[in-house]
């Protein structure tokens, strides 16, 4: 395991469906962060996991989003209702315990465009 | 007025010049300062870190961070093609706590 996988890379969905993303950190890492990123933009953070627990979410994560971490292991981000507005590239990374910032590796990113 | 503010480009060089990238920011409890490259198509990258304020170092790479003007930088030395990719400052205020991003600045390097 060289690295964070995520899968899809790409999903083209209409609006109103659902999506799953799958994330596959660090086999040692034990955080897990799903950001997002617009084109043109940085990416915003959404959500952190330490092992299994959901530490922190953030505003932009309504509620259509829900994101778990069982086993502390792969992660799963799914979005329900799409809108257009979801268009994005949705960024996972996972980083070992105690480096923090340092630490982080992120994946290459699921791209989602809603039409 | 946006946490992060990073001038987004494009930046065009040639080939060996020295670039020089900024972010300015506004919240004083940022202690922690990073610099990611992304190519296209591709998760962010970690270039640098360095935790408060002052110099580093990285073979081509030094990042200055400047706390009392809220200002960092990256510098690279003896620009290659390769660099091309669009460059993103992060910063957060403890360690283990959420990125907050620049927008990135795309940077192209002439042959």
């Known amino acids: 395991d060289t690295g964070v996988s995520q899968d899809p890379r790409h999903k083209i969905t209409k609006r109103g469906q659902n999506v799953t993303f799958r994330c596959d950190p660090i086999?040692?890492?034990?955080?897990l962060y799903w950001y997002r990123q617009t084109l043109g933009q940085g990416p915003e953070f959404l959500t952190y996991f330490q092992n299994e627990a959901q530490l922190e979410k953030s505003r932009l994560l309504s509620d259509r989003f829900s994101a778990e971490r069982p086993k502390g292991s792969f992660s799963t981000l799914e979005i329900q209702r799409t809108e257009q507005g979801d268009s994005a590239m949705y960024l996972c990374?996972?980083?070992?315990?105690?480096?923090?910032?340092?630490?982080?590796?992120f994946g290459s990113g699921t791209r989602l465009t809603v039409v | 007025q946006k946490e992060v503010e990073q001038d987004p480009g494009p930046l065009s060089v040639p080939e060996g010049a020295i670039v020089s990238l900024n972010c300015t920011y506004s919240?004083?409890?940022?202690?922690?300062f990073m610099w990611y490259r992304q190519y296209s198509r591709k998760g962010p990258e970690l270039l640098m870190y360095t935790y408060s304020s002052g110099n580093k170092e990285d073979g081509r790479f030094t990042a200055q961070v400047d706390k009392s003007s809220k200002y960092i930088s990256l510098f690279i030395r003896d620009s290659q093609p390769s660099d091309s990719a669009t460059y993103l400052c992060?910063?957060?205020?403890?360690?283990?706590?959420?990125?907050?991003w620049g927008l990135g600045t795309s940077l192209g390097v002439n042959p």
């Open positions: 990374a996972s980083s070992p315990a105690g480096t923090g910032n340092y630490g982080y590796t």
């Open positions: 919240n004083s409890a940022f202690q922690y």
């Open positions: 992060a910063m957060s205020a403890g360690n283990n706590r959420k990125l907050i």
């Open positions: 086999s040692e890492h034990n955080r």
